[in-house]
């Protein structure tokens, strides 16, 4: 159980498109979801924190007109990196916290962007 | 001081050593305490999950945590070459985001 799925796993765009990142969390309701991005050789930074039906809340520095952050329904969220320039290629990966013990977070397996 | 240090390595062993992974922390309010091993390429995997002080076993793997001295550790028995990997720390206090370290790559070596 608690499996979270990410698609794209890469993806490659031309500077100055949008990119859409999805979330799923496959076999549990996740009220709870979390956006990080981690450059190579580094640990991972949050992003945002997404509950369901309600805005993210961002990581200071973080631009949230930049990056949009949706979590429609308990089971997805999506990121939104508007305008991608080469300096926001990372690896951008989800996570979702299991209502079946209070604190784990399970991670996606990442997805890949490089802007060109 | 960063909040949760970790040594980046890299760490190399032969196959069947004793890994010993080490995180110390300065966030006293910190109660929940995780092990995750991401491979390269990949989102990172839940390993081990404690919390408070104390030890947890699960295989191979026992985590240890020493609130007092703001310490935890990560210990791999009979390592194998598919633990090659790089093994995060990662904890948090009630309601407050994860803070990692920065992760130690381990090698295993046949």
């Known amino acids: 159980g608690a499996v979270v799925s990410q698609h794209p796993s890469r993806v490659i765009c031309k500077s100055g498109t949008s990119v859409k990142i999805e979330c799923r969390s496959l076999?549990?309701?996740?009220?709870?979801m979390f956006w990080y991005r981690q450059f190579p050789k580094k640990s991972l930074m949050l992003m945002a924190t997404s509950n369901e039906g309600s805005k993210a809340t961002y990581e200071q520095g973080v631009e949230k007109d930049k990056f949009l952050i949706n979590h429609a329904s308990l089971t997805l969220s999506t990121l939104t990196v508007t305008s991608a320039h080469p300096e926001d290629s990372s690896f951008y990966i989800c996570?979702?916290?299991?209502?079946?013990?209070?604190?784990?977070?399970?991670f996606g397996p990442g997805t890949r962007l490089t802007v060109l | 001081q960063k909040e949760v240090e970790q040594d980046p390595g890299p760490l190399s062993v032969p196959e069947g050593a004793i890994v010993s992974l080490n995180c110390t922390y300065s966030?006293?309010?910190?109660?929940?305490f995780m092990w995750y091993r991401q491979y390269s390429r990949k989102g990172p995997e839940l390993l081990m999950y404690?919390?408070?002080?104390g030890n947890k076993e699960d295989g191979r793997f026992t985590a240890q945590v020493d609130k007092s001295s703001k310490y935890i550790s990560l210990f791999i028995r009979d390592s194998q070459p598919s633990d090659s990997a790089t093994y995060l720390c990662?904890?948090?206090?009630?309601?407050?985001?994860?803070?990692f370290g920065k992760g130690t790559r381990l090698s295993v070596i046949a």
């Open positions: 990662a904890m948090n206090a009630r309601n407050t985001p994860l803070v």
């Open positions: 404690t919390y408070s002080s």
């Open positions: 076999d549990f309701q996740a009220t709870t």
């Open positions: 966030n006293s309010a910190f109660q929940y």
């Open positions: 996570s979702a916290k299991s209502p079946s013990s209070y604190n784990e977070q399970f």
